[in-house]
């Protein structure tokens, strides 16, 4: 059954370090307040599963947080590739990550799976691709009524699931409103979830036609955080990085030093910029050039 708790100590119980970690809604769904709350409370080892990973899995890659990924599409539509990400499979900084890349139909289908509690999920798809030729868990099987060839995934069985949604009632049921995309299987699927939500309400609204109702007994903690998806640069500043600049120390909340989580410990100086291998200068405008040339 669903706690109404603050966000802190809703993390503080249900993300533990090493979980499979699961935060996933689009555009204004993402749960931004509670993935910065997991990098103030120094979680590590985190394997995170999301579907189009942006900025929020970016962060929690450039921190150390996280020792893999299962995804499908590493990117954001506004800024482009995932910088921390990048650096983390291509000069294992700040740590090696492991990946596992995935088409969003397989993502979607393995989710399905988790919330059915089956062992894997089969569909039509990757035919033609080449991702099965670096990804050792896409398989296929044979239909044993048509002998139809489809591909098969393991299914997403996260510890723990975050999402953001509109509302909640004070009995711990939960509306999502607008693109719902898997936050609903993805919260079936888990052993444990957390949702934060705009506002906390006596009665829920009737549903509109696009919406989902997440009952009680799905969710483990409700947190009411007006505004959560709506910061993604706001909450947390994360400067450059130094040899001794601690994780603890260059966390921000509000402009304030961050005071929660211990055991922190100071990231590696990045390859592209440590004394061997000076940053490259932008290149000057030529001097005494028309600006609008």
């Given at each position: ?8 100590e809703a993390v503080a119980e249900n993300v533990r370090d090493g979980d499979t970690v699961a935060m996933e809604g689009f555009t204004h769904l993402i749960p931004y307040a509670a993935g910065h709350e ?227 410990t100071s990231l590696p100086p990045h390859p592209r910029t440590s004394p061997a291998t000076p940053r490259r200068q932008r290149p000057r405008l030529l001097e005494g050039k028309a600006k609008n040339d």
């Open positions: 059954m669903a706690r109404i708790v603050s966000l802190a997991v990098i103030r409370q120094g979680r590590k080892d985190l394997f995170l599963v999301r579907m189009t990973p942006d900025i929020l899995y970016d962060q929690l890659i450039g921190v150390g947080a996280a020792r893999g990924m299962k995804f499908s599409w590493g990117g954001n539509p506004g800024v482009g590739s995932l910088h921390r990400f990048r650096d983390a499979v291509e000069n294992q900084w700040p740590r090696p990550i492991e990946i596992e890349e995935h088409s969003h139909a397989a993502m979607a289908n393995a989710y399905e799976a988790g919330a059915a509690n089956l062992p894997f999920a089969s569909f039509r798809g990757y035919i033609g691709a080449d991702l099965p030729k670096v990804n050792l868990n896409i398989r296929s099987v044979t239909c044993p009524f048509t002998g139809e060839v489809l591909a098969a995934v393991p299914a997403i069985r996260p510890d723990v699931t975050i999402i953001h949604a509109q509302r909640a009632d004070r009995k711990g049921n939960v509306l999502i409103e607008g693109i719902v995309g898997v936050q609903k299987e993805a919260v079936l699927a888990a052993r444990r979830s957390i949702v934060t939500v705009e506002e906390i309400v006596d009665e829920l609204d009737p549903p509109s036609p696009n919406s989902v109702v997440l009952p009680e007994w799905a969710v483990t903690a409700v947190a009411h955080v007006p505004g959560a998806p709506s910061r993604p640069m706001r909450m947390v500043t994360i400067p450059a990085p130094t040899p001794s600049t601690s994780v603890g120390t260059r966390l921000r909340a509000n402009g304030k030093p961050s005071t929660h989580g211990s055991g922190r």
